[in-house]
């Protein structure tokens, strides 16, 4: 089992950055990657950045070059450095952590969640 714990979020203005932390615990050695998604109000739940625990990356059209994710191994954390933050950014974002099988990943486990307002 993978327990996933998010921080971070908050409201913010127009061209301002944040940073989203999600916090790792259980059986994590198994896994092999982990991600980051978002849900608007009336969307469907979408995924914003990858990586992988050989480190690639990969990110939504919508926030390349302005989000950027990472990991902390020491500390089992998976970030998200979100800048120049626009209104569209609006969401709840989730965090994410996968097994691979078959040659695809699939989700374990999520995080709570945690709010992101862009707003002026």
């Known amino acids: 089992q993978v327990d996933l714990v998010q921080s971070g979020g908050g409201l913010v203005q127009p061209g301002e950055s944040l940073r989203l932390s999600c916090a790792a615990s259980g059986s994590i050695d198994s896994l092999a990657a982990m991600g980051w998604y978002r849900q608007a109000p009336d969307k469907h739940r979408e995924r914003v950045a990858h990586?992988?625990?050989?480190?690639?990356?990969n990110y939504a059209d919508s926030v390349e070059g302005r989000f950027t994710v990472s990991r902390d191994a020491a500390k089992n954390t998976l970030y998200l450095q979100m800048n120049s933050l626009q209104p569209e950014d609006t969401a709840i974002y989730f965090c994410?952590?996968?097994?691979?099988?078959?040659?695809?990943?699939?989700?374990?486990?999520w995080g709570q969640g945690t709010q992101v307002s862009v707003s002026s």
């Open positions: 994410n952590a996968e097994k691979l099988s078959g040659g695809h990943y699939y989700t374990v486990a």
């Open positions: 990586i992988t625990t050989r480190g690639t990356t």
